[in-house]
C-alpha cells in the first residue's frame, strides 16, 4: 500500500477528471450503491451528526445531505485538498453549506472528541488507507455508542467467467481510458490494482470484528462488483 503522501499527491493530480473517472471504473453504477447504502445510513425523523471519511468530491455527502434530517449535519474528510476544492464547489452550488462542511486530514488521527458521531461513513476510498486498522479504531472511537459504520468499496466477483471479465476491464481499459483522460495513466493502474488487493469479505469482515466493531454485516451488490459493510459501536 502506498504511504500517505504519495496517495494524497496521486489524488491531487487526479482530482478534476475523478467524477467521470470514477464513473467509468464503476461502469456508472456507483450512484445506485450509494443509494442503497443510504438506507444504513440515514434517519430522516432526527437529526445526526454524519463523518463521511474520504469523501473525495463529495458525491456521497451530498447524496446523504439530500435525504437526512434538515437539522443533520454531514463533516467531510479526506487527506486531497484537491478533491476538497472540488467538493467545496459542488457543495457551494447545491447552496448546502450550512449542512456540509470538509477539511483535510488523517482518518487515523481525528481531532474529534469520543463519540462525537451518530454514522461514519467512507465510500470507495478504505482500500486506499495505509494503516487500515488503525483508522477503524480511530473512527470507532468518534462514533457514539450504537454508532454505525458503512463502508463500500469496489471487489472482484467471485464468479470465474465475471472475474475473467472484470479483469480484462479494469486491467486494460481502464488504465487506458484514465491516462488519456487525466494524463496519469499511472494513476490508473494503481487504482484497478488496489481493488484486486483489498481483502476479500469474510478477512475483511474479521478484521472489523477484531477493531472493535459489533453486529458487523456484509451485502454484494451487482454479482460482487462492489461490497457494503456495516459494523457497530456495542452501547455502554
Known sequence: MPAKDKIQQMFDGIAPDYDRLNHLMSLGVDRIWRRRALREIVTPERPQQILDIACGTGDFSLEIARRMHPDSRITGLDLSEGMLAVMRDKVAKAGLEERISCEQGDSEAMRWEDGSFDRATIAFGI????????????????????????????????????????????????PWIGGRISGDKAAYRYLPASVQQFPGRREWTATMVRCGYTQVRHKAFTFGLCRMYVGEKKTA
Open 127 to 174: 482500500r486506499n488507507f495505509e494503516h487500515r486498522e488503525a483508522a477503524l479504531t480511530e473512527i470507532l472511537r468518534v462514533l457514539r455508542p450504537g454508532g454505525r459504520l458503512v463502508i463500500l468499496e469496489l471487489s472482484v466477483p467471485e464468479n470465474k467467467f465475471l472475474r475473467s471479465c472484470y479483469n480484462l476491464y479494469f486491467q486494460h481499459f481502464v
